[in-house]
């Protein structure tokens, strides 16, 4: 993913993935496999809260027309 992103740092990128399961949007999954494998996926939550920043975004979207 730090890849895939221009400007992003392995820090700022593991500081959000961190607060998003403090908030409970994200899962982690951890995978006893060598190497390592971590997987991230979105609770239950996670997706009313992205329905919610979808909905703002098209307000914003029409506030902005």
Known sequence: MVRSVEGLSTKVLNQCLKKNI????LDKVIYNELPPRVEYQVTEFGQKFLHILDELEKLQQEIDA
Do not use: R, S, T, V
Request: net charge negative; proline share 0%; glycine share 24%.
């Open 22 to 25: 403090e908030f409970g949007i």
